[in-house]
């Protein structure tokens, strides 16, 4: 069965404190890997797609990686507004469906 | 930039009725999402949609809901009979399959929302 784990379930860093958060996966053929950033109460804001192993993907203070079996987000010098939910999903190659683990809640402290 | 809406933002209806959650995709999107999250889990699949048909439905999807695209820019999701289950995050995703060769790119973006609130 496909799935997503992530970890850990939640982060506290204070301002400036860079760290990665970790997705494992177990999916039949790997389509793509995705990030989202997910808000209270909102929905999932895509950050990246990563489709094979040994990719990396930036956007601002963060960078993607994929490997075989997981796939890293790492968050440089974070800032408070980078305080979410980050969502790691995969989508095997047979699906239209994503899997999303259960996200890493991420506390950036001024 | 475009993106991906929903009406309303939040529907309280009572046990027993039909509901339908509203959704504006990406205009030059083809493929069609519902998913779910209730309060504190993760996201949930319910179906996806191509070409004016069910193109894949989870367990989860089962006689009560239906989906449809009634015109060139709406897509519905319908709950004949809301159960107390049914309360949680509806979120509407489009994307746009790019293909090259035997690849196939695609991302799902999401709209913001429709909190259900069944009594």
């Known amino acids: 069965e496909d799935q997503v784990t992530q970890s850990p379930e939640a982060l506290r860093l204070q301002e400036g404190e860079s760290s990665s958060l970790n997705c494992s996966y177990t999916v039949s053929g790997l389509r793509g890997l995705f990030w989202y950033r997910q808000d209270p109460g909102k929905g999932p804001e895509f950050l990246f797609t990563?489709?094979?192993a040994g990719e990396e993907k930036e956007k601002e203070r963060l960078k993607a990686t994929l490997t075989k079996k997981e796939s890293f987000l790492h968050i440089t010098a974070p800032k408070p507004e980078d305080s979410a939910t980050y969502l790691c999903?995969?989508?095997?190659?047979?699906?239209?469906?994503?899997?999303f683990g259960k996200g890493t809640r991420l506390h950036i402290l001024p | 930039e475009p993106e991906v809406t929903q009406t309303p933002s939040h529907q309280v209806t009572q046990m027993g009725q039909e509901v339908i959650l509203r959704c504006v995709p990406i205009?030059?999107?083809?493929?069609f999402y519902w998913y779910r999250q209730i309060l504190g889990q993760k996201v949930e699949f319910l179906v996806s949609?191509?070409?004016?048909?069910?193109?894949?439905k989870s367990e989860i999807f089962d006689d009560q809901f239906s989906v449809e695209r009634p015109d060139g820019s709406n897509f519905t999701l319908k709950i004949r009979s809301t159960k107390l289950e049914d309360s949680a995050m509806y979120f509407c995703a489009s994307s746009e399959q790019i293909r090259g060769g035997a690849a196939i790119w695609d991302t799902q973006y999401f709209g913001p929302g429709t909190r259900l609130t069944v009594l």
């Open positions: 999903a995969v989508q095997a190659f047979e699906d239209d469906k994503i899997i």
């Open positions: 990563l489709y094979s």
């Open positions: 949609f191509y070409n004016n048909e069910i193109s894949e």
């Open positions: 205009s030059n999107h083809l493929y």
